[in-house]
């Protein structure tokens, strides 16, 4: 049975956090200031319940499985947005007395697929794929292409490829290699 995506509410905070969390890592750590997963996902949860922000529930649909459990979740935004949704995070980061730089991860023209991510007991059941899709027809009404960066060697790598996804560059992020991947609203 394909899971149920819906919108995300401000109550999905305690599922989402800690696997968006998962999910972008040293990225994680930058946005929110803080060295461990745990106080991360602490950080990241009192963002999500707020607007205005790039990890916020008003940009995140969740996949729900049997019995309506929560079991993926995908974040997106329009590009041309970014920067402004970075801004609470930079100023959360400024008020920690950190560099309130944030390396810009997407563009004007594009929907940004900022973080897809399942729980482990999900993976290769087709929620990262039913989750993709309801992204890529986001992408395709607002007439855009889906984007989004993959670290090298993420074996998610292999899921965006079978959906439709291509190269399109490079980018470093946190110091790390990502590939630039694109997806046409065609596709």
Do not use: K, W
Not at 15 to 35: D, K, M, N, S
Not at 55 to 64: G, K, R, V
Not at 66 to 95: I, N
Request: aromatic share 6%.
């Amino acid at each position: 049975m394909p899971p149920r995506i819906r919108p995300a509410q401000t109550f999905d905070a305690a599922f989402a956090a800690p696997l968006i969390q998962e999910a972008i890592g040293r990225v994680g750590h930058h946005l929110t200031g803080t060295t461990t997963d745990e106080d991360a996902a602490h950080v990241i949860a009192e963002f999500f319940m707020a607007r205005g922000n790039r990890l916020s529930f008003t940009h995140t649909l969740i996949a729900e499985g049997e019995g309506g459990r929560p079991v993926g979740l995908a974040v997106l935004y329009p590009g041309e947005f970014a920067q402004a949704l970075d801004a609470p995070f930079r100023e959360h980061r400024r008020s920690l007395g950190l560099d309130p730089a944030i390396p810009t991860e997407a563009g004007a023209g594009e929907l940004y697929l900022d973080t897809l991510a399942t729980v482990a007991q999900a993976r290769g059941r087709g929620v990262g794929a039913a989750l993709i899709a309801a992204c890529a027809e986001r992408a395709r009404t607002l007439g855009l292409p889906l984007t989004l960066l993959v670290e090298d060697g993420n074996p998610a790598a292999r899921l965006y490829a079978r959906s439709g996804f291509v190269a399109v560059g490079r980018q470093n992020l946190a110091g790390h290699p990502y590939t630039r991947l694109a997806r046409q609203p065609d596709a």
